[in-house]
């Protein structure tokens, strides 16, 4: 699987063979063959990978919220550089970029629903929910591009910031918002 991200991050899918992922990942089309369908079927599950891995992340904060999502979350994408560089690249589709912005958005309503007693029109928090996901995932691209520069410690005060601004935002008196 991170053969293929290697491959995605220079090439679009539709043009990637069995045969250069399995020269990517140094085995034979025969043993890929064993565990795969096609290119196709490799991308699925690494996509299903990478999303389990972080819904694991995303369950652990729920069942302890004192636990730093951030951390782990910023931590896994370190540990997994080329898929990261994959998702990000302009030859990728974008949809696992999609599902993933989706997800953190999902981790925000969860944090603000324990959170906030306030509850601002459903219409004004979907706006502020899609900002600050699309928000992370620009800042995520930036830094995975970067070559995870600035330091992860760093990454994550500075989100917090603006998370603690829209916070402040979010649960201020619905009629100013």
């Not at 025969?30 to 991308?43: A, N, Q, R």
């Not at 509850?119 to 996901?133: K, M, P, T």
Request: some cysteine; proline content about 3%; hydrophobic content about 40%.
């Amino acid at each position: 699987m991170n053969s293929l991200a290697v491959l995605l991050q220079s090439k679009e899918l539709k043009d990637i063979t069995v045969q250069e992922v399995a020269s990517q990942a140094d085995v034979s089309r025969t043993t890929l063959y064993k565990y795969f369908y096609d290119v196709y079927d490799i991308y699925d599950q690494l996509e299903k990978e990478v999303l389990s891995e972080l819904g694991l992340l995303s369950l652990n904060y729920h069942d302890d919220p004192d636990a730093d999502f951030g951390d782990k979350f910023f931590e896994y994408i370190m540990q997994n550089p080329e898929i990261f560089k994959m998702i990000f690249s302009p030859y990728n589709t974008g949809e696992l970029r999609i599902k993933i912005t989706n997800m953190i958005e999902g981790v925000f309503r969860l944090i603000q629903a324990e959170k906030n007693a306030v509850r601002l029109r459903d219409n004004e928090l979907n706006y502020f929910y899609a900002f600050w996901s699309s928000g992370c995932i620009a800042v995520i691209e930036k830094w995975v591009q970067n070559g995870f520069s600035p330091s992860k410690e760093q990454l994550i005060n500075n989100l917090n910031k603006l998370y603690g601004q829209m916070e402040k935002i979010i649960s201020s008196d619905p009629e100013s918002v």
